[in-house]
């Protein structure tokens, strides 16, 4: 958490030893995620908000290396501490100009020159907005909600248009700085207008995109190392009609402490970490931490020390301990000096202090920026969602929702190596066409070997709706791991079909034909047969399992989407035992970390274009099913997304579990299947 300060621009070069720090606040929750949209860059950003740089060069003050040489501020960043992006804050109409949107592009043009990435932060305000204040600029004061919705978009498009007419593109645009209880107050307070800070957030996603589609939107919160925080406000923001396409965590040990002594800075950056597995699973986007800092104490050099300590840890954690989820860490106001800003990380002489060495990884990854690489790791319980697995030779694949798809492989089914990239690291342009929204963050795989081939079906889609598309993989061999884009099995649009084209699982019959069963609420889960190519053939989908009789209608509502409905019943695997298909379905809402109750139901058919019964005769198309595992509330919280296998003569059972004692991450389950003597399965211990 940062105090923000409300000082003027000489403060930071250490002309005065008093400053004035405005106190934060609370509160915050749900959305979905553009991730890079059109690109494959999927690269851990390290990076510095300077946004008082120009007034300290202003007031003549100059920054060295640790040799002594004079070197410009942002070479020294970008060359010596591995920076490869500025952030800078935009005011509305600032006294004296500062942060104002000229002084914004002129510090464009230098980042743009040194091949930096560019993130501008919107305020929204005259000056400081942050979790303790959020001004209506002085402009838009006496307008209406409406009025200032539109003050709102005039406004970014105006800045961003500047920029663009000068030939730069920023690669993120925050709207609004750390609106933890909400912006633009009264009308737009969290609490007392939910609705309208939705709507200005909203406002303002919409202009960045009508200037830049490409620019990834970011909704900024303090106190990373707060869950319930993030729950609260982006909960808000989704439904709403907010919209996001990132999110963006301050975190700062120092502030969280002040006032706490029962704190610790490990601790608090254990839950940030924590918290970015957990958000970036329930909202579908990466995470990026836009903001932290440590103490300056000339005087105790061991303080620094220990500075560096934290943020190398940080930068390690975020990179290697986050499933590839948080993008990047930006220090906010480095080249401040201890006498105006103590969280700064240059001494009073402009040289970078000890902190600064916390971003210089041992190993210089500058040269993956551009891909989706990463090293690859082993573990025993992998973080997982919505997990397959397949078996080639003396090795098990697992393929798992994630960019590009997640995949991982294992000899024994114990250890797991997550491997550095996924399935896809360019996604086919059709994905985008036929899903507007899609950001390459791909759900729910299935991938079966049939006739001499693997092939490999995925799912795109934007959370809550049911404009989907399933696409379609194939390759002769899962070590060689290079996949051929077979196009499109099926998609749903929002005004033609009542089901979702989501959750893919094949099953070949006893005629050795092929059929693709999917779906997620609407009208259920949907079998259709497949032709030779493994598409669609010439037939209509048919539903063949919901979660209440459809005459029935739950009178609670759906917690995740307006769309969607009640009917939460998805994510099916059929698997043929002893002469029966038997349908796996997940009931209810997944993705909700701690707070999920998703739980496994199942049903069985001599044919596998059903009916599906369960243990009681009660046919799935008409709500029946039969409860197969659910969480138990000490090791896991809820459990589902299913898949069934026989390897090497035992049938196992696999899905993904919300963790009761990790706070709700999903990871990976695996169970040993054995059967009654009528036929039913149950889990072994």
Not at 544 to 552: G, K
Request: aromatic content about 12%.
């Amino acid at each position: 958490m940062k105090q923000k300060l409300i000082f003027f621009l000489f403060f930071c070069m250490g002309l005065f030893q008093t400053a004035t720090y405005a106190q934060q606040v609370n509160d915050i929750n749900t959305s979905q995620y553009l991730n890079d949209q059109g690109t494959s860059r999927k690269d851990f950003v390290k990076g510095a908000d300077v946004g008082f740089l120009t007034g300290q060069e202003r007031h003549g003050q100059k920054f060295y290396d640790v040799k002594g040489n004079e070197r410009d501020c942002l070479e020294l960043l970008k060359n010596d501490y591995q920076m490869s992006a500025i952030r800078m804050r935009v005011w509305v109409n600032p006294h004296g100009g500062n942060c104002d949107k000229n002084e914004l592009l002129a510090m464009a043009k230098r980042v743009k020159a040194l091949g930096m990435d560019l993130m501008v932060d919107f305020h929204y305000s005259d000056s400081w907005a942050d979790p303790g204040k959020q001004p209506i600029p002085r402009a838009w004061q006496g307008h209406t909600f409406k009025e200032m919705k539109q003050d709102v978009r005039n406004y970014t498009i105006d800045v961003l248009s500047l920029l663009k007419k000068n030939g730069i593109e920023p690669r993120w645009v925050q709207v609004g700085n750390e609106t933890t209880n909400g912006m633009l107050w009264d009308m737009g307070h969290i609490e007392k207008n939910p609705k309208q800070y939705a709507g200005f957030i909203r406002a303002g996603y919409d202009a960045v995109k009508e200037v830049f589609p490409h620019a990834i939107v970011i909704v900024h919160l303090d106190r990373g190392h707060k869950q319930e925080i993030y729950d609260y406000n982006l909960d808000i923001v989704l439904k709403y009609g907010g919209k996001f396409d990132m999110i963006g965590m301050s975190l700062y040990p120092y502030w969280a402490m002040d006032g706490h002594p029962e704190l610790n800075a490990d601790d608090i950056i254990t839950d940030c970490i924590k918290n970015i597995r957990y958000v970036s699973e329930k909202y579908g986007c990466d995470v990026m931490i836009v903001e932290t800092g440590y103490e300056v104490n000339e005087q105790q050099p061991e303080i620094m020390k220990e500075g560096r300590r934290q943020l190398t840890r940080v930068v390690h954690e975020a990179r290697n301990e986050t499933n590839g989820h948080c993008r990047g860490v930006f220090y906010w106001e480095p080249q401040c000096m201890p006498g105006g800003y103590k969280l700064g990380a240059f001494d009073s002489k402009g040289t970078p202090t000890a902190i600064m060495e916390g971003f210089i990884e041992k190993k210089d990854t500058h040269g993956l920026r551009r891909g989706f690489r990463r090293e690859a790791f082993t573990t025993e319980t992998p973080m997982v969602h919505d997990p397959v697995m397949a078996k080639e030779g003396d090795m098990y694949y697992i393929y798992a929702t994630g960019m590009g798809i997640q995949q991982m492989t294992s000899k024994d089914r114990k250890m797991w190596t997550v491997l550095p990239q996924p399935v896809m690291t360019v996604m086919p342009g059709w994905t985008t066409d036929s899903v507007p929204g899609f950001n390459n963050h791909v759900w729910a795989p299935d991938v079966i070997q049939w006739h001499g081939r693997w092939w490999l079906a995925y799912s795109c889609s934007t959370f809550g709706k049911n404009g989907s598309a399933i696409g379609l993989l194939s390759s002769r061999s899962l070590r060689d791991n290079i996949w051929k884009d077979e196009g499109c099995i099926v998609t749903s649009h929002q005004k033609r079909d009542n089901w979702n084209a989501i959750d893919p699982n094949f099953i070949i019959d006893d005629n050795d034909t092929p059929w693709l069963v999917w779906g997620s609420f609407w009208d259920g889960i949907q079998l259709a047969r497949l032709d030779s190519t493994m598409h669609l053939a010439n037939a209509q989908p048919r539903t063949i399992a919901r979660r209440y009789d459809p005459n029935f209608k739950p009178s609670e509502p759906n917690p995740t989407s307006k769309y969607a409905g009640t009917n939460a019943i998805e994510a099916p695997f059929i698997f043929k035992h002893g002469g029966y298909y038997y349908l796996f379905v997940s009931w209810d809402y997944c993705c909700r970390g701690a707070k999920s109750n998703y739980r496994v139901a199942v049903g069985r058919s001599k044919n596998v274009e059903g009916p599906y019964l369960d243990r009681t005769g009660k046919d799935m198309v008409n709500g029946g099913g039969t409860l197969f595992i659910e969480g138990d509330k000490k090791e896991w919280e809820a459990a589902g997304h299913c898949a069934a296998y026989n390897f090497d003569g035992e049938d196992t059972f696999i899905c993904h579990g919300y963790s009761a004692l990790q706070n709700g991450v999903a990871l990976l389950i695996q169970r040993p299947i054995s059967w009654t003597s009528d036929g039913w399965p149950e889990l072994k211990p």
